[in-house]
T-cell receptor, first 111, second 114 residues
Framework: GESVGLHLPTLSVQEGDNSIINCAYS??????FIWYKQESGKGPQFIID?????DKRQGQRVTVLLNKTVKHLSLQIAATQPGDSAVYFC??????????FGTGTSLTVIP | KAGVTQTPRYLIKTRGQQVTLSCSPI?????VSWYQQTPGQGLQFLFE???????NKGNFPGRFSGRQFSNSRSEMNVSTLELGDSALYLC?????????????FGQGTRLTVV
């Protein structure tokens, strides 16, 4: 099966600082990647995606970077807020329809 | 547009029993996937249904099964429940005909096996 791993299981940041969450993926054929946010008691919520023909994509306060050479994905959150506290998952999709998810990084924002 | 709806939200079952969980996808979505989420394991893919047919299957025992109806609603069934089946079961739907697009998740069904 596929393996999507996260470099750090937990991350604590001060409110207002930038957060960086990393993810390593295993399948070089993966052509689509997503970051999800999951708050306690809720299902995962889409944050941002990126296709393999791109290196960077920006959203509102979030940026995803894709380095295909080392099979690495990162999520940057600017000016982290208490509402950003959650578990963040990366997911990769090789050709086909199945997503493979990492185990998640728990982000805690310190007020 | 209503989101993905899963019922029930919480369930407590005894070992050896069976359970059926329900998922109503977003209107117009014909792809429905099921995932098991346990602490420290992330989301483990169970299976995906499209147009009433199972299109993909993860590495779970045959006790885990599913089906999809003509209105795209899906059910998953777990027979002979084991303590290790305690988890959050998530359903996700995706638009039809669009390959690279996100999956929309429901709130999940929290299953506890005692």
């Amino acid at each position: 099966g596929e393996s999507v791993g996260l470099h750090l299981p937990t991350l604590s940041v001060q409110e207002g600082d930038n957060s960086i969450i990393n993810c390593a993926y295993s399948n070089s054929a993966s052509d689509y990647f997503i970051w999800y946010k999951q708050e306690s008691g809720k299902g995962p919520q889409f944050i941002i995606d990126i296709r393999s023909n791109m290196d960077k994509r920006q959203g509102q306060r979030v940026t995803v970077l894709l380095n295909k050479t080392v099979k690495h994905l990162s999520l940057q959150i600017a000016a982290t807020q208490p509402g950003d506290s959650a578990v963040y998952f990366c997911a990769e999709k090789p050709t086909g329809n199945q997503f493979y998810f990492g185990t998640g990084t728990s982000l805690t924002v310190i007020p | 547009k209503a989101g993905v709806t899963q019922t029930p939200r919480y369930l407590i079952k005894t070992r050896g029993q069976q359970v059926t969980l329900s998922c109503s996808p977003i209107s117009g979505h014909r792809s429905v996937s099921w995932y098991q989420q346990t602490p420290g394991q992330g989301l483990q893919f169970l299976f995906e249904y499209f147009s009433e047919t199972q299109r993909n299957k993860g590495n779970f025992p045959g006790r885990f099964s599913g089906r999809q109806f003509s209105n795209s609603r899906s059910e998953m069934n777990v027979s002979t429940l084991e303590l290790g089946d305690s988890a959050l079961y998530l359903c996700a739907s995706r638009p039809t005909g669009v390959m690279n697009t996100e999956a929309f998740f429901g709130q999940g069904t929290r299953l506890t096996v005692v």
